[in-house]
């Protein structure tokens, strides 16, 4: 599933009245998990790529877990969208969402997978 597929399913499980806000990591977070080089694309980029989406209502930054937490639970979303890779796994702020649907990874699209093809 490509980027533009996830969030058009996002915006059909919110359905007419409901909000697709996506949230990012900071780059300094990104730093920190993926190392020195990343994040490929700084966050003013990836912000403005994500509002440039149609689907997509709303766009938040976080530096930490608990940052992501208090995100999550000042949205007390209906439906939080999870890579199904975690599934099994704990998530973040999951006791604020009424609902929590996993979704497939975007396969080639993820700039990890890219910079492992070069």
Do not use: C
Request: hydrophobic fraction near 35%.
């Amino acid at each position: 599933m490509g980027h533009i597929e996830l969030f058009n399913k996002a915006r059909k499980l919110a359905g007419p009245k409901g909000k697709v806000i996506v949230g990012t990591d900071s780059d300094e977070r990104i730093r920190e998990l993926k190392g020195p080089s990343r994040p490929i694309n700084n966050i003013f980029d990836r912000i403005g790529f994500l509002r440039a989406i149609k689907y997509i209502d709303g766009v938040v930054t976080f530096s930490s877990e608990d940052e992501l937490q208090a995100q999550i639970k000042r949205f007390s979303p209906d439906i939080l969208l999870i890579g199904d890779d975690y599934r099994g796994k704990p998530i973040v702020g999951s006791q604020y969402a009424k609902k929590i649907v996993f979704i497939p990874r975007y396969g080639g699209l993820s700039s990890t997978m890219i910079i492992n093809q070069q």
